[in-house]
């Protein structure tokens, strides 16, 4: 396997070439713009709720509608949703959702535009077994799933219906897993047993998805998608998405993080951002991703990477010297900035974490405590917590013992007196020469700090991630970006994509972000960012589904209530899905699971084993909590 073979260029902005799809009049692939995409979450035999929450999706900007049909009466009422759409001018294709009902399928393909389907569970039955296959049983079941399969696709190729192949991590079937396990190759083997049958009988109206909760798990996916379809040479468009990305900006960070770093390899031709939250607001994030790379990106020449020293399916972190709290195997450090604060006092600290209580004389910190603050020319007069360093330009260094200064290369390489125990040393990709690397090889008190001014900055600071890996230079290194007027939301996802690309590959010992805009924010998306990334986990991680017509209860209210009571369990991993269909498989990733089984009836789960099934929705909630409780996983909230 050529190892660099899932991007057009590490160095220099391009998509990936693929064939054009058509969803109805919408093209996906070739030069087509990146396509927005969303899914309702009305019942669809609600024809009327469907139809106006379709309208208020593509009133936002959503060019495909994804409709779910469980069984055929589904699959039959989108014939109504569709004509009561078109009546009413609205042209944009709609897709079916299909999991376990290829007969559903079937019915759909001849009325919509594009009909999902899940390759782990179209066929495939989902028991959560460990079969062993010989050669022979599996190539039996390979000829199952190809009897099952083809007369949807010959309906497809009949009718002009596209097909979405839309792997998810959780729900790779019992033998996909049996061969490959949990993982991203088993993702992309998955799909590429559908490709080889739809290929067999010259159907290629096809794209493709590889999603998962895991970011790290979904991007190397794609990307392993992509190696294996340039050496099969394919190249059908992608769908990009996180799925249960939760809800706020916890599920806006992720599917920045996932998609944006992907969107950076320039690969992506339609993306869905997966919230629990009305369909619409979808829209305006994916709009914001998209927006960044509409027009390409126009960018000075970077030197081409001839080599990657970092494998790009596997994320491991880059090996770097421990130098106080910072490198080895510390978790990424977050860098807070007071450089525009004359005459810091304690309470300017509170937005990075600390908050002084004047009667305890003593500090509080919380779970997004940042670890360095950076006050450039500045100082701070006060005793901090010992957790808190401060970080100050050189020619201001007060040499305190938990101040450390920080040079530019050259005033480091003339510096007199440094610190010997910790220098920051700023470094572009422009002043890596043979001078500045040698300076930098085997001095055991310097981490990094890597600024960019480049138009295509994430690929020019990868750079320079792997001059220094070539040069095997272990000094640990802060990626520090800065954002100028610019938006919160912008902010959010630019940093997201950012820092967490970066992340994705195993890139930068701390993150570094600097901006007028609020300093509570800054830090909380940086936090959120790292946790995104699976990096540096400060708070509750949400696998929350965005919903669907398979849900039979609000869960965007019960995501609220279960967030209140448990938003302080630091790690804890918690699915909350909305049936009990795909529900197990998709949160495969949580701790503790809360599924909803039917009516008013929840199902509770620790890890993929069932607890508690189908109990009242009512106490539901507390019936968690005791849950979580009885593996020792709750602590009481701290009394505010
Ligand atoms: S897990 Fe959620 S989004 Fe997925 S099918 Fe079930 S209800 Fe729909």
Known sequence: MEIQNYCPSLTSYSRWITREVKIGDVGIGADNPIRIQSMTTTNTMNTDATIEQSIRMIKAGCEIVRITAPSIKEAENLRIISNGLRSQGYKTPLVADIHYTPNAAEVAARIVEKVRINPGNFADRKKFVTHEYTDKSYDDELERIRDRFLPLVLVCKEYGTAIRIGTNHGSLSDRILSRYGDTPLGMVESAMEFIRICRDVDFHDIVLSMKASNTQVMVQAYRLSVNMMNAEEMNYPLHLGVTEAGEGEDGRLKSAVGIGTLLEDGLGDTIRVSLTEEPEEEIPVAQL???????????????????????????????????????????????????????????????????????????????????????????????????????????????????????????????????????????????????????????????????????????????????????????????????????????????????????????????????????????????????????????????????????????????????????????????????????????ADADYGYVGTGVDKISLYKGQEIIQRNIPSEGAVEALIDLIRRHNDWVEPEAV
């Not at 390409?296 to 130098?323: A, L, S, V």
């Not at 991630?465 to 800065?482: C, D, G, Q, Y």
């Open 289 to 587: 991703l998209v927006e960044r790379y509409a027009n390409g990106i126009e960018h000075q020449f970077i030197e081409p990477i001839e080599e990657i020293p970092y494998d790009p399916y596997f994320r491991e972190r880059r090996k770097t010297n421990q130098i106080t709290n910072i490198g080895g195997d510390n978790v990424p450090r977050v860098v807070g900035d007071l450089s525009n604060i004359k005459n810091i006092n304690p309470e300017h600290l509170a937005p990075f974490g600390y908050n002084y209580s004047i009667s305890a004389d003593k500090w509080q910190l919380s779970e997004q405590a940042a670890d360095y603050l950076y006050v450039g020319v500045g100082k701070i007069d006060f005793e901090l917590p010992g957790t808190l360093a401060v970080i100050q330009d050189a020619e201001s260094w007060s040499g305190l013992p938990d101040h450390f200064p920080m040079f530019t290369v050259q005033n480091y390489l003339d510096a007199v007196n440094p610190s010997d125990v910790l220098n920051f040393v700023t470094l572009t990709l422009n002043d890596v020469t043979q001078a500045t690397l040698a300076a930098l090889e085997d001095d055991p008190t310097i981490v990094i700090v890597a600024d960019t001014n480049h138009f295509y900055s994430l690929a020019e600071q990868r750079k320079l991630f792997v001059e220094l890996m070539r040069r095997e230079i272990t000094a640990p290194v802060l990626i520090r970006r800065k954002y100028s007027a610019t938006t919160k939301d912008l902010f959010m996802i630019y940093s997201a994509i950012d820092f967490g690309g970066l992340q994705m590959d195993g890139f930068g010992d701390g993150i570094w972000a600097q901006s007028t805009l609020d300093a509570g924010l800054m830090n909380e998306t940086l936090f959120g960012i790292l946790q995104a990334s699976r990096t540096r986990i400060s708070k509750t991680e949400y696998i929350s589904c965005p919903s669907c017509g398979r849900t039979l209860f609000d869960l965007q209210e019960t995501t609220s209530k279960i967030r209140a009571r448990t938003d302080h369990l630091k790690g804890v991993k918690i699915g909350i899905m909305g049936c009990i269909v795909n529900g197990p498989g998709e949160m």
